[in-house]
């Protein structure tokens, strides 16, 4: 119930109780405003070569293997198109003809190469190896899984050529369903984990320390769900209720392992601000829920990111209670970074 809806009834109370309410908002407001452990007040522009700021009709994604860095994003004008930048260079795309209606993944593999993921406008979900400044692979679909969503993925340990892959079924299918990838590019049946029903694209990312797989879902309840796996288990247990009722529900979470074995979580609420939660690999509360310190705002969702114990969030400004500032340089679709969470 909000302040706006008490009656004059309702401030008939004593003064300690009063004093008492006014303790607790203040000490939320509070956590609210010191936010994650190491979490910078401010956003910078993702640059790169030739291109300056990146533009993005969605959500920038990223990963980190043998000393190198791989941005992959989908285009901001009608060609719906994947771009890529190795270690901040000149964007470079895997094919003229690639299309796509939401944001592409990207997740580390061996120990130097990345596998990208794009969902095409025909539903089917594509995947091309990178291992350097465009030297890739041609597209391959991914047999027998279809989506109209982004997906999903992560690497299954350190220098790993297993991939684990979440995606939610096309159109009506609400499932979240797995799969994942041997080292000879074979692919497992795909199943619904552990009942998981959503009507976003879920997350997940790994645990290094844990050696576990970590699966957030925004439920048909709009509330946060998570479940975790050790490597090598053979089924996924029941989900878990995290506490956040998640308002914008039409936007997909995301999360992010430190090297310490942290997993960081995120979701936009209905202002438009990103939320981040801290939790250890036996998924107790190590921060709680923080409101981003920033002070930005996006209808669009975030990524998480990791290197080492740092965890970096992503996110294109799309301002939702006005246009955004230009003489910052800031526009609809800039995509803009900052780093949210160090490991104490």
């Not at 008939?12 to 936010?35: D, E």
């Not at 994604?61 to 890529?84: H, I, K």
């Not at 000879?184 to 997350?203: F, R, Y």
Request: glycine share 10%; aromatic share 10%; charged share 10%.
């Amino acid at each position: 119930m909000t302040s706006k809806q008490f009656c004059l009834k309702s401030w008939r109370i004593s003064a300690g109780v009063f004093l008492a309410a006014l303790a607790v908002v203040a000490s939320t407001s509070q956590a609210f405003a010191q936010g994650q452990p190491g979490e910078s007040k401010n956003y910078n522009f993702e640059n790169v070569a030739t291109a300056g700021h990146v533009r993005s009709a969605g959500t920038l994604a990223e990963a980190r293997n043998g000393g190198n860095l791989l941005d992959v994003w989908r285009a901001d004008d009608t060609t719906n198109q994947v771009w890529l930048s190795w270690n901040n260079g000149t964007p470079f795309t895997i094919a003229s003809t690639t299309q796509t209606f939401v944001s592409p993944a990207v997740a580390p593999v061996g120990s130097s190469g990345f596998m990208v993921f794009h969902t095409g406008t025909d539903g089917n979900i594509y995947r091309s190896l990178v291992t350097g400044n465009d030297v890739f692979t041609g597209w391959v679909s991914v047999p027998g899984n279809t989506t109209n969503m982004t997906v999903s993925v992560a690497q299954m340990g350190v220098d790993s050529n297993n991939i684990y892959m979440v995606y939610r079924g096309s159109g009506s299918d609400t499932q979240v369903w797995g799969t994942w990838m041997n080292s000879q590019g074979e692919w497992s049946s795909p199943i619904n984990i552990a009942g998981g029903l959503s009507n976003v694209s879920p997350a997940i990312c790994l645990n290094n320390t844990g050696s576990s797989l970590w699966v957030v879902v925004v439920g048909t309840d709009n509330q946060i769900w998570t479940t975790s796996q050790f490597l090598g288990a053979p089924s996924w247990p029941f989900f878990t209720p995290r506490g956040r009722n998640v308002l914008a529900a039409n936007v997909p979470p995301s999360c992010a392992g430190t090297a310490a074995g942290t997993e960081v979580m995120a979701y936009v609420d209905v202002n438009g601000d990103p939320t981040y939660g801290s939790f250890d690999n036996a998924g107790n509360t190590v921060t709680g829920w923080t409101q981003d310190t920033a002070g930005s705002a996006t209808i669009r969702g975030v990524n998480l990111s990791a290197n080492g114990n740092t965890i970096y969030s992503l996110f294109t400004a799309n301002c939702p209670n006005g246009p955004c500032d230009p003489l910052k340089g800031l526009n609809n679709d800039s995509v803009l970074w900052k780093q949210v969470y160090v490991a104490p």
